[in-house]
DNA sequence: TGAAATATTGAATGGATGCTCAATAAATTG
DNA sequence: CAATTTATTGAGCATCCATTCAATATTTCA
């Protein structure tokens, strides 16, 4: 007698498969029955967890954004404060960061803000959260005067659309070195920007 | 005897017709066939032009960067070089750049890099000429002492990393207040990092 | 244990999709 | 003008799609 009802585990199967259908044939090529032959299951059980395909979609997508944030949360608390800072700077920009969430997945979900309002809450919400944890580990950061930037809920703004900007154009490059070179020099940036000196070892 | 055959107006209407149905609907609810019956044409016309639906799909994203091209090189060839920079770097985050492409079309386009190499390159190509414009610019601004920035080529990656971000998370929250204070952060930033001081008027 | 609720099955539906094909109309070119 | 190429049409095909339905198996719980 779990407490996770058969349902509930069945849902998270079925999100996990088509996480991965999504991931080898994006969000266009997912149908509920290739999901259901991957799964071999009928497809009429699928629609009896999810009972159409937009509900299904909207599922993947809090899904989705709870693995990512899942993930990024963890990596904003640890440490001492005094290198607390400059080790979230590097997780930042760094390949790990970029592969949190499947780029895929996360990349093809994204165009439906456009035209799914509840999607559009979502990602809102997503950053929403991103926005207040990275307030709050600057805030930190300044009351140890390691930082001198004024505006630290602006300045939040400022580091998420670097990461977005730098992981939607790292994407699209997908080229070692340059992507060291950008990063690297996002690093320096951020770094002049929010007047923090690290100390070096 | 027109030297554009009837054929490539064709094409150019078909693709038209595609921009603005995938702008409704999405790249996944654009069909050939609801795309002919917009047309008023069967849609054995439409693969008559476009043996299969990837050929209209690679032919609408060439047609849609070309687009998107031919409307900002114009905006960075203008004006006296003096003022030249401060006002590409305005137009960079402005509302008005943010709508140059229409960003259903460009963001249901962009998951594509993952899964279909023609398509990777064709935005790799985009950047690379994006990237190329803004160098110049930058090289000629540093030529008459505008700026002080030494590595140009990274800093116009810089630069477009930010101009995307900026897209990427704004569009997220179509909020004119928070795209306001953005901007006008995001343009003192690239000032501060590009060595650049604008003459106040 | 037995009744009610849930999980699972498999067949079936109507509609859409990408695409083919053969036929006709129009334009191009020698 | 005649021959050939191109543009346009409409019917048709196999396949896939999301979803429904009725029937059966299994689990839950009183």
Not at 108 to 117: A, D, M
Not at 148 to 177: C, D, K, P, R, T
């Amino acid at each position: 007698m779990p407490k996770t009802s058969i349902a509930s585990i069945r849902r998270l199967e079925i999100l996990e498969h088509y996480y991965s259908l999504i991931r080898e044939e994006g969000l266009e090529g997912a149908s509920i029955v290739k999901l259901a032959r991957r799964m071999e299951i009928p497809s009429s059980l699928v629609i009896h967890y999810f009972k159409t395909k937009d509900e299904l979609i909207q599922a993947l997508i809090t899904y989705q954004l709870e693995q990512y944030e899942q993930q990024f949360r963890p990596r904003l608390q640890m440490l001492a404060p005094e290198d607390r800072l400059s080790a979230v700077l590097a997780a930042l920009f760094s390949q790990e960061w970029m592969e949190l969430a499947d780029v895929q997945v996360f990349y093809s979900c994204y165009p439906l803000i456009f035209r799914n309002t509840a999607v559009r809450i979502r990602f809102q919400e997503l950053f929403a959260r991103f926005h207040t944890h990275l307030t709050s580990e600057l805030a930190l950061a300044k009351t140890i005067g390691l930082i001198q930037v004024e505006n630290i809920s602006i300045a939040s703004h400022m580091l998420i659309v670097w990461v977005e900007g730098f992981n939607f154009y790292a994407n699209i490059h997908q080229q070692e070195s340059l992507f060291r070179q950008i990063s690297t020099e996002l690093y320096a940036q951020a770094c002049t920007y929010l007047g923090f000196f690290p100390t070096k070892e």
